[in-house]
């Protein structure tokens, strides 16, 4: 019984280290989110709107990878495509804010003004986790679009 005591916490830590080790393989990186909004940027330069927009919007399309997606905004703030929660298209988001109260899509419309690409922290809700995490996000403004990719911070 004593040794199952002392081997039980250790089978337990052992779990916990391989539950961390794989959930942090499942976060994407600031390198591979930077690298998904090129791709948009691209396939939008290469394909047009429409069908950019439809495979970003596609769970299973070429814009989602671990826990990244690429979204696009018009530089009102309106989502045009989003690739983890389609209840946000077509919508006004610049009334939306993360937990703290901080106004995130309407701060990111200003940076747009000034900025031509750029970083942005808020916290929002991981939707592999589905929990409030911390996250940047990576933005191009290209002619009059927002098209951006955001990792979370555990």
């Known amino acids: 019984m004593k040794r199952l005591r002392r081997i039980v916490p250790v089978c337990l830590l052992s779990l916990l280290c391989l539950a961390a080790a794989a959930l942090a393989q499942d976060r994407g990186t600031k390198e591979e989110a930077v690298a998904m909004v090129k791709k948009a940027v691209t396939a939008l330069k290469a394909d047009g709107r429409e069908k950019t927009f439809a495979a970003i919007n596609d769970p299973k399309g070429p814009f989602r990878a671990k826990d990244l997606y690429v979204v696009v905004y018009d ?17 006004d988001l610049t009334a939306l804010r993360d937990p703290d109260g901080k106004f995130f899509v309407k701060e990111r419309v200003e940076l747009a003004k ?27 403004k290209v002619d009059d679009l927002l098209i951006g990719c955001g990792i979370y911070k555990p």
């Open 114 to 140: 000034t900025h031509e690409d750029f970083w942005q922290d808020y916290k929002f809700l991981n939707p592999m986790t589905k929990l409030i995490e911390p996250k940047s996000m990576y933005l191009e």
């Open 75 to 91: 530089l009102q703030g309106k989502c045009l495509a989003h690739g983890a929660n389609a209840k946000q298209i077509d919508k």
